[in-house]
């Protein structure tokens, strides 16, 4: 069964960036998409971005001249690096596997338990 | 980026239950649409993949229907541990988008 984990701050200051990694265990990042998603308090889901494993990437364009996501496949883990933050940035951020179907994403399998981070000084 | 609207925002429904959830999506995405729910302070969780496939291990009563535009979510006998909130999500363009959620309480 793959697991997933988040770590990273809990508080960032305005302006800083926010960074956070997801280690994956029980499977190999080989051959998957993995994203991040976040979600505010009281509020819904906001999808952030994907990697591949080879590092081919893809953001929300909403979000991408801020994001960064990046792949240590050696270390079996991705990270998120949003630049710039404000308060705006609070919320719970959870990383996700991406499953193929039939050659088409389809749906996000597997969830770390996602980690809260506030944006405040 | 395609908008996801979902139908009702909050639904009160009794043990035995059967609830039925819609998700309008503002173009049409053929049949990449997912379920999630998702309990208090815990991470959504995949019930159905495009639009009708039931994920492994969640129980049958959970079903998915529809295709380009229109879909549904029916529990067919609510249990205990289905309140919770509900959201669908399009993986056919990108932006990745879901809807804002339905959350389902105890009448």
Known sequence: QVQLQESGPGLVKPSETLSLTCAVSGGSLSNYYWTWIRQPPGKGLE???YIYYSGNTNY???LKSRV???VDTSRNLFSLNLSSVTPADTAVYFCARVPMLRGAFSSFDFWGQGALVTVSS | DIQMTQ???SVSASVGDRVTITCRASQVINSWLAWYQQKPGKAPKLLIYAASS?????PSRFGGSGSGTDFTLTISSLQPEDFATYYCQQANSFPWTFGQGTTVEIK
Not at chain 2, 54 to 58: A, D, E, I, K, P
């Open chain 1, 68 to 70: 960064t996501i990046s």
């Open chain 1, 47 to 49: 999808w952030i971005g």
């Open chain 2, 7 to 9: 139908s009702p925002s």
């Open chain 2, 54 to 58: 039931l994920q492994s291990g969640v």
């Open chain 1, 60 to 62: 929300n364009p909403s």
